[in-house]
């Protein structure tokens, strides 16, 4: 007899979303030049939760402007200096988790059990990492003394907003330069709260500005003539107008982008840490994640028995209010993605793969889709080769060891894989001929600050995290 889970709802009251927001440019909210306002939504309820600034090109200009102003000052500082900020961003972070973990869940439509447990420790972490780095960095690997680049333009994604703006504004106040960030359209309220945080920190005015807004302002951010790095995570198509926009410029750029990550289980691979693996892999956040094993590839002789475990397990999760703690899957974070993930899924239909989802009530408000997998998945598939970034797996099978690394790397992208197998020497043998930039080994979608993230091929370029991080910042 299966155990049935009452609701237990995180509280929504702990947060105070203002009707209304501005920019945030050279330490105070202000308005936008234009008059442009967007509404962002819960993915989960389809409720406006407030309205914020469509910031300009004269807007992004102000604020370039006072990050350039301030960069005199902030690079100026010792290290140990600039590391008392990000100690105080971090352990300030830390004091309102609970009020930050429940505003992304509300803006972005993932659990409540994800950004608490998942993104908000990993935010703090980035930003208690990199102050350690702040006054040691001569010692990275750089030169004796490395200098900032200048004012950094980055523009973040909508499905880890505050962990992506972790990964990019600690390294860079870290390393001395200034920042100017612009948040995903449909996620702008963490990197607003974040805002407040670094005047409650008492950053100096213009270190960190925010200007919101849809992708003309990350146009205007990434074109702006005195930007002198831009780091960019989101879509492959978008990576790579960026790519075109600077070409020809002095720019520093780091673009990671989109990915059709392999999970590979061997025959050897024990069957019920595989399927919390899998899971983990590719429903974590929705799928909405660059990096999900979305690509699952099972060795023949095991195949039937891994896939009764897995559809036993999709039959437990729990899809529902995000708020609730006991939530498993959210919601899609926008109408948009969710057409998208609807159209690729019925093309995996269409082109003759076998489509099973468990049995799931869905919420009749907000945007939502079951777990699903696709069996009899050949790579001719769109399926297997389009990044869907929505719960769906495909499934196919292998041989040998050979054929399961020519189908991995199978792909124009190349950010992450998976390995399952008891073997440590097949682990190793493996992992050395995927062309991933991140290979797990009997886990998956494991991170941590110290340790180095990017992609090969159309993942994108450059490394973010750990001591790589820092040399994107930094005049090397």
């Keep these: 007899m299966a155990f049935e889970y009452a609701p237990a709802p995180e509280s929504r009251a702990i947060v105070d979303i203002a009707p209304s927001y501005g920019l945030f440019i050279d330490g105070e909210f202000t308005e936008g ?28 200009d102000r604020a370039v ?57 990993l935010v703090a972490a980035h930003f208690f990492y990199y102050a350690g780095w702040a006054d040691k960095l001569s010692h990275a690997g750089y030169g004796a003394d490395p200098k900032p680049l200048g004012v950094a333009g980055q523009v973040i994604p909508w499905n880890f907003p505050l962990l992506m703006l972790a990964w990019k504004i600690a390294p860079a106040l870290a390393t001395g330069n200034t920042v100017v960030l612009k948040p995903a359209e449909t996620t702008p309220l963490s990197a607003l709260f974040f805002a407040d945080i670094c005047r409650q920190a008492g950053l100096p005015r213009g270190v960190v500005n925010i200007v919101t807004g849809d992708g003309a302002t990350g146009a205007a951010l990434v074109g702006h003539p005195d930007i002198d790095k831009v780091a960019f995570t989101g879509s492959t198509a978008v990576g790579k107008a960026i790519a075109r926009q600077i070409a020809g410029t002095d720019k520093k750029v780091t673009l990671e982008l989109g990915g059709k990550g392999a999970n590979i289980v061997f025959d050897d691979a024990p069957v019920d840490q595989a399927v919390e693996g899998i899971v983990t892999g590719i429903f974590f956040n929705q799928g909405q994640v660059c990096c999900a094993g979305s690509r699952l590839l099972v060795q023949e002789s095991v195949h039937d028995e891994l896939l009764d475990s897995l559809k036993r397990r999709l039959s437990t999760l729990r899809v529902g209010d995000p708020l609730d703690k006991n939530t498993d899957l959210g919601a899609i974070n926008s109408a948009e993605q969710l057409a998208r993930i609807t159209a690729l899924a019925e093309t995996g239909e269409a082109e003759g793969a076998q489509r099973w989802s468990p049995d799931c009530e869905l919420p009749s408000a907000g945007y939502w889709f079951a777990p699903t997998l696709f069996t009899n998945v050949t790579q001719a598939h769109t399926i297997a080769r389009d990044e869907i970034f929505g719960p769906v797996l495909s499934v196919l099978t292998f041989r040998t060891p050979e054929e399961a690394v020519a189908k991995a790397n199978n792909t124009q992208y190349g950010l992450s894989a998976g390995i399952w197998t008891e073997k ?27 340790s180095p993230f990017g992609g090969y091929k159309e993942s994108g370029y450059g490394r973010e995290g750990g001591r790589h991080g820092l040399e994107a910042y930094l005049d090397v």
């Design 33 to 60: 030049s234009g008059g442009g306002l967007n509404k962002t939504v819960s993915p989960s309820t389809e409720e406006v939760l407030a309205e914020y600034t469509q910031a300009s090109t004269a807007d992004v």
């Design 65 to 121: 402007r006072a990050a350039r102003k301030a960069f005199e000052k902030w690079s100026a500082l010792p290290g140990s200096e600039r590391a008392k900020y990000l100690f105080r961003i971090a352990r300030i972070i830390q004091e309102r988790s609970r009020e930050l973990a429940v505003l992304e869940t509300l803006d972005n439509g993932k659990p409540i059990k994800e950004t608490r447990d998942t993104d908000l420790p």
């Design 424 to 450: 440590g020497s097949r682990i190793l043998a493996v992992a050395n001929r995927l062309r991933a930039g991140v290979v797990w080994a009997n886990t998956f979608n494991k991170f941590d600050p110290t």
